[in-house]
């Protein structure tokens, strides 16, 4: 099963206004990534977040990560149509692999 | 530097023939994954290497899959007696060791005709 679930699936917003991704994930974890995807190939690593760490930014992208609840949330600042993507979340779930979500498909509207 | 390649970018195949996919990781990198993404789908783990370690296979959907890296760099993953079902994008990605950050290659599209 999935380790990590995106929400929403699919998220269409004008340009200029916040993007917020959520990722739901079901065992502990070492660590959390974001990824970007455009046009269904290559992945692009965006941010890596340790399970002792709250918030991470890096550019207009602010993760945070709540281990309790067993979720984080990456939001994007100010969007660009070139921001148009689909993000996935990665956990290791404690082992030396990474499980994927299904993803969240981001539309930014000029 | 170089980023991971892979080759061919795309593939079109007759049902029943085996097909190589092949994945050059970025140098020095010492883990290797290969992943499927079905239309519209999130990644699903086929199988990684770790430096000499012995590959974590648990993600190969059947015994028609193989994969091998020669030299701890390039890697082939075989499928044998291809399927339509085996038609996806075939993800490579490299890091400096497991749980880092990966970086992924452009993909090999197969289609199974």
């Known amino acids: 099963s999935q380790q990590g679930e995106e929400d929403p699936q699919a998220l269409s917003i004008q340009e200029g206004e916040n993007a917020t991704m959520n990722c739901s994930y079901k065992?502990?974890?070492?660590?959390l990534q974001w990824y970007r995807q455009n046009s269904g190939r290559g992945l692009v690593h965006l941010i890596l977040i340790r399970s002792n760490e709250r918030e991470k930014h890096s550019g207009r992208l602010r993760v945070t990560l709540d281990t309790s609840k067993k979720s984080s949330s990456l939001l994007i600042t100010a969007s660009r149509a070139a921001d148009t993507a689909s993000y996935f979340c990665a956990t290791d779930g404690g082992s030396e692999k990474l499980v994927f979500g299904k993803g969240t498909k981001l539309t930014v509207n000029p | 530097g170089a980023g991971v390649s892979q080759s061919p970018s795309n593939k079109v195949t007759e049902k029943g023939k085996d097909v190589e996919l092949r994945c050059d990781p970025i140098s020095g990198h010492t883990a290797l994954y290969w992943y499927r993404q079905s239309l519209g789908q999130g990644l699903e783990f086929l199988i990684y290497f770790q430096g000499n370690s012995a590959p974590d296979k648990s993600g190969l959907p059947s015994d028609r899959f193989s994969a091998e890296r020669t030299g701890g760099s390039v890697s082939t993953l075989t499928i044998q007696r291809t399927q339509q079902e085996d038609s996806a994008v075939y993800l490579c990605a490299s890091s400096l060791q497991t749980k880092y950050e990966q970086y992924f290659g452009p993909g090999t599209r197969l289609t199974v005709t």
């Open positions: 065992t502990s974890i070492n660590n």
